[in-house]
């Protein structure tokens, strides 16, 4: 059972461009989370999503960030006009459930980089 | 609003030396805690939880309990190795489930 797969691992992109970041979840995993992390910083909470549904996006930036979970293929986080400051590590994990019972279980991370 | 402290890094220990790496936490109610570790270039592995007060989580060697009284989490391992050398981090789940995070802590252990 391979584990959470994102890609690319690392990205760069020029101030201004769109960045793209692809979770593949667990296989049976239908939960999906995203967090950030700044440099020196710990993870921060981004986005919760099931099959088709946002759930909870409460840590999301308003403007210029989205995410979607679509009934088949991976989850895409996607960020439009990237800035300096979006430079971050980007982690999701995913879940066969919700709550303290169930492990959320990460992948590797894609490294952002704007220039 | 929930929170989580732990030490600063980098933490530098010998081999088979004792650790503790401190966490305390800010919360309503009474949160699950956990401690991840992330290996070089690798993605945050859950290495132990607790649920409940009292409860002790223990994983490889690692084990830490979770105290009400104190709001403290602290991950302890009697005698580290070289494999050890990761980044630790403490967190928390809140009422909506979502994970709260320490900073990491840093550990290198030196042969």
């Known amino acids: 059972n391979a584990g959470v797969m994102q890609n690319p691992r690392h990205l760069v992109r020029r101030r201004g461009q769109e960045a793209r970041l692809r979770c593949s979840p667990m296989k049976g995993h239908s939960h999906v989370y995203w967090y950030r992390q700044l440099p020196e910083e710990g993870l921060k909470f981004m986005v919760y999503l099931q099959k088709e549904n946002i759930i909870d996006e409460s840590g999301m930036p308003k403007e210029r960030f989205s995410a979607e979970f679509p009934k088949e293929g991976p989850s895409i986080l996607r960020i439009q006009q990237v800035v300096r400051g979006d430079s971050a590590a980007y982690f999701c994990a995913s879940s066969p459930g919700t709550g303290s019972l169930y492990e959320q279980y990460f992948g590797p991370g894609t490294r952002l980089t704007v220039t | 609003g929930n929170s989580v402290t732990q030490m600063e890094g980098p933490v530098t220990l010998s081999e088979e030396a004792f650790l503790t790496i401190n966490c305390t936490y800010t919360a309503t109610g009474y949160p699950s805690l956990f401690w991840y570790v992330q290996y070089p270039g690798e993605g945050l592995q859950l290495l132990l939880k607790a649920t409940k007060a009292d409860d002790k989580g223990s994983n490889k060697g690692f084990e830490a309990t979770y105290r009400k009284e104190t709001t403290s989490f602290h991950l302890e391992k009697g005698s580290v190795q070289v494999s050890d050398s990761a980044v630790y981090f403490c967190?928390?789940?809140?009422?909506?489930?979502?994970?709260?995070w320490g900073a990491g802590t840093k550990l290198i252990i030196k042969p």
């Open positions: 967190a928390l789940m809140d009422s909506n489930y979502q994970l709260i």
